[in-house]
């Protein structure tokens, strides 16, 4: 029996599949947008052997199929052992490499470097991954042959093997679904939601009665959740932006109502409009609706750049749709919050355009990642053409997003993808690390959208056609901290972004998905003009930030 079995195996295994799960491996190991860790690196590697690995087999099996010559006997042996050897020396070179190409990209990001990528457990993780993927595979093809077999007992065999195959398909994709999916997806829920509760020392509740949660607010502190009780506790008072600015300023209000405040989207909007009356928000000069994050967070970089520059006179109203991190309700149902972002939108902008022109706030809408996403899609054309609100900083997009994508596309031809140029910039600017805002030949309008993005942003740069063709924004020149070691190969480069996509926020500030405080200020620059600033003025704000982190 132990004959047989290990005779089994030999026939079973494929040459080819290991030359290509190498060749896949070995790209895993190049570098992508995020530097990973030694466990990361080890679950890509082994998704990106295993499917190099199945795509040998199924050549081999299609090679077979049309009956052409193939090594026998000794010939089969020796290319087994040539492939060996070959794959074990591409295998050590890259692994050799691999820490010198995570290091080129960690400069570009201004980290540290590592010494190693600790190849005892980059390898330990990817055969483990690997053989658990060949042993799901394997349990696929058993039950389609089982299947396959008891229907050809009574139907012709390819009708038995093609029905056998969809029964498996549907079998599997239920369980796969139904079990996994949706047991993952109440996991992450249960885990979102106690940590949406939590209340955090230094998020303590405000006694200030302009302070959403505060005595008199229309929305109770533990209504807020956790982000907008952090939201609302972190606000800087009129002293500290006095000192940062170095002039006179006032308190910024901020309205924050929690997916726990009332029942319904339009119930929370409702409620949010309230509270934003109640506290004076439609008197103040600046008005933002803010869409959060999938998780309800509201980025304070972004937030105390916008304050800083308008020297508190303005007001910002949020409410939260969700408590799960943007990308697993971007890769489970993109469209998530966009109810919300609609219901808040159109009870905030209807009372807006009540008020006399000369007697209410410049409108803003703002966004990061899946808040910028469903921001995007808060209104309609008709809704606004009337009485137009004045603009829109949409910080680090999804790739989905309806305007990026537009704009994006249709860009100007001598632009990169990863910072377009679009028409004469009138009306769409985007911008990086370095400021583009001011480059485009024409002035702006009266209307005004800003895209801040980083070429190093998965979120916004993820490709799902990467699976089988190379993304533009790989090609020549690249983004400045996008690494030129970084290569495309069908099926490995989407595995890739894909991990990238769940790991866009580990990188440091300012690169990857973690957007900067100075990139923030000059995008609402732009975007307000910036009244009563220099540009000087601009910088040494950014350089007292810097210091007083």
């Known amino acids: 029996m132990s004959g ?50 199945g795509l040998g087999v199924v050549l081999r099996g299609g090679w077979r199929a049309l009956q052409l010559p193939s090594p026998q006997g000794r010939a089969r042996t020796l290319f087994v052992l040539v492939a060996v050897a070959v794959s074990a020396a591409l295998a050590g070179v890259t692994i050799w490499r691999a820490a010198v190409w995570q290091n080129r990209l960690r400069a570009l990001m201004e980290m540290p470097p590592i010494e190693a990528i600790h190849p005892a457990t980059v390898l330990g993780v990817t055969l483990a991954v690997f053989l658990l993927l060949v042993l799901v595979v394997r349990l696929i093809r058993g039950t389609w042959r089982r299947i396959s077999a008891r229907l050809a007992r009574r139907l012709p065999g390819p009708q038995a093997a093609i029905i056998a195959l969809a029964a498996t398909a549907l079998l599997f994709w239920l369980i796969g679904n139904g079990v996994l999916v949706q047991g993952a997806m109440r996991m992450f829920d249960a885990t979102y939601a106690a940590l949406d509760a939590r209340f955090e020392e230094h998020s303590p509740r405000p006694d200030d009665p302009l302070k959403t949660g505060g005595p008199g607010s229309l929305i109770g502190w533990e209504g807020l959740g956790r982000a907008g009780r952090e939201l609302v506790a972190g606000a800087p008072d009129a002293a500290r932006i006095t000192t940062m600015t170095g002039g006179p300023a006032m308190e910024p209000l901020r309205v924050y109502a929690g997916l726990n405040s009332a029942d319904t989207p339009e119930a929370r909007a409702a409620l949010a409009l309230a509270e934003l009356i109640r506290v004076g928000g439609f008197e103040r000069a600046t008005l933002v609706i803010t869409t959060p994050t999938g998780t309800g967070w509201i980025d304070p970089e972004s937030q105390t750049a916008l304050e800083y520059l308008m020297r508190g006179d303005v007001a910002t109203v949020a409410v939260q749709y969700s408590y799960l991190a943007s990308w697993l309700a971007l890769l489970a149902n993109p469209d998530y919050g966009v109810e919300t972002a609609r219901a808040v939108f159109a009870a905030i902008y209807e009372h807006w355009r009540t008020l006399p022109p000369d007697a209410r706030p410049r409108l803003f809408l703002h966004g990061l990642s899946l808040g910028a996403f469903n921001s995007d899609l808060s209104h309609d054309l008709h809704q606004v053409i009337a009485e137009p609100y004045h603009g829109a900083l949409w910080a680090g997009p999804p790739f989905s997003s309806r305007t990026w994508s537009t704009a994006t596309r249709g860009r100007n031809t001598d632009s990169p993808y990863w910072l377009p140029t679009f028409h004469d910039g009138t009306v769409i600017r985007f911008t990086a690390q370095k400021n583009h805002l001011d480059t485009p030949t024409a002035p702006w309008g009266s209307y005004r959208v800003v895209f801040v993005q980083y070429a190093s942003d998965a979120i916004t740069f993820y490709d799902p056609m990467s699976i089988w063709r190379q993304p533009d924004w790989m090609k020549f020149p690249r983004g400045p901290d996008v690494s030129p070691d970084m290569i495309w190969l069908p099926v490995v480069t989407f595995l890739q972004l894909t991990i990238d996509l769940m790991t866009a926020v580990l990188p440091p500030r300012g690169f990857g998905h973690v957007y900067a405080f100075d990139h923030y200020l000059d995008a609402w620059a732009a975007l307000t003009d910036a009244p009563g600033w220099t540009r000087e003025q601009l910088d040494t704000l950014k350089a007292r930030v810097a210091v007083a982190r």
Request: aromatic letters at 10%; glycine letters at 16%.
């Open 4 to 53: 047989t079995w290990r005779r089994g195996v030999l026939r079973s295994f494929s040459g080819l599949g290991l030359l290509l799960g190498t060749v896949f491996f070995a790209a895993s190991l190049t570098p992508s947008l995020v530097p990973r860790g030694a466990t990361v690196q080890g679950l890509l590697s082994g998704m990106s052997l295993a499917a190099g690995y």
